[in-house]
């Protein structure tokens, strides 16, 4: 479990590159459970700039933490 929370710089959860901004959208959608983030994500705030959407990672990393550690992903809110 140790080696599960051992990122490499600029790495979040599942190999997912950190940005200025969070966590690009376009980079979650590769994810076979993006729908299920976005059911989680509901209607948080989103960060943009002019051409990418972004994700805060401290969410990110709180769904991260919820479905690796805890299967805890449904209907939390």
């Keep these: 479990m140790k ?3 051992q990122f ?3 790495k979040t959860y599942f190999g997912i590159d950190i940005h200025r901004h969070g ?4 980079d979650l959608k590769k994810l076979p459970f993006f729908d299920i983030f976005t059911d989680y994500h509901g209607d948080k705030l989103y960060l943009t700039n ?3 959407d972004y994700i805060p990672l401290i969410d990110w990393e709180g769904f991260c933490f ?3 550690m ?3 992903y ?3 809110g």
Excluded: T
């Excluded at 966590?23 to 376009?26: A, F, L, R, W």
């Design 3 to 5: 080696q599960l929370l």
């Design 8 to 10: 490499a710089d600029n």
């Design 23 to 26: 966590v690009k959208v376009d």
């Design 50 to 52: 002019a051409e990418e």
């Design 66 to 68: 919820d479905y690796v």
């Design 70 to 72: 805890h299967g805890n």
């Design 74 to 76: 449904r209907n939390i």
